[in-house]
């Protein structure tokens, strides 16, 4: 079995969120792995569903439970390009996620602002992976959508 670096699933993530900047949705895309396996991929697709809950990582929880068979990813990681926000961090307690990957940090709406940890206490969490890229593409976003 060919392993895969943490850096190659977070591209991966990163190459969702261009397909939401390329369909007008906020750029930020999820991959969720298992066994070195990527079994789910999402985008936010909140315009598209017209659905607000339609981010990037409950869509990828829920393909990958699906995928599963199973409510719980014990042994999966999820790679994400943004900060969860508290809807998703909450998402991502209950699936009960081995380790979560995110890029950019976003200090208007992530759940780490709060005081609280919304994580599973065994959820490990590594900040800062291609965390300048996903910034950037964010700005870009939003500067396009000012014009």
Known sequence: MEIYSDEYFMNEAFKQ????????????????VCNNRI??????????????TAH??????????NYLGAKYLKECKLYVTLEPCVMCAGAMY????????????????????????????????HRGLMADQSN?????????LRK
């Open 17 to 32: 969120a261009q397909l939401a900047f390329e369909e007008g949705e906020i750029p930020v895309g999820a991959v969720v």
């Open 39 to 52: 079994i789910a991929r999402a985008y936010n697709q909140t315009e598209k569903l017209t659905d607000v």
């Open 56 to 65: 990037a990582e409950v869509l990828a929880i829920t393909a990958a439970s």
């Open 94 to 125: 209950w699936a009960q996620l081995g380790e979560i990957f995110f890029g950019a940090e976003d200090p208007v709406r992530g759940f780490s602002r709060l005081e609280t940890n919304l994580l599973h206490p065994k959820t490990k969490i």
């Open 136 to 144: 950037r593409l964010i700005l870009d976003f939003f500067k396009e």
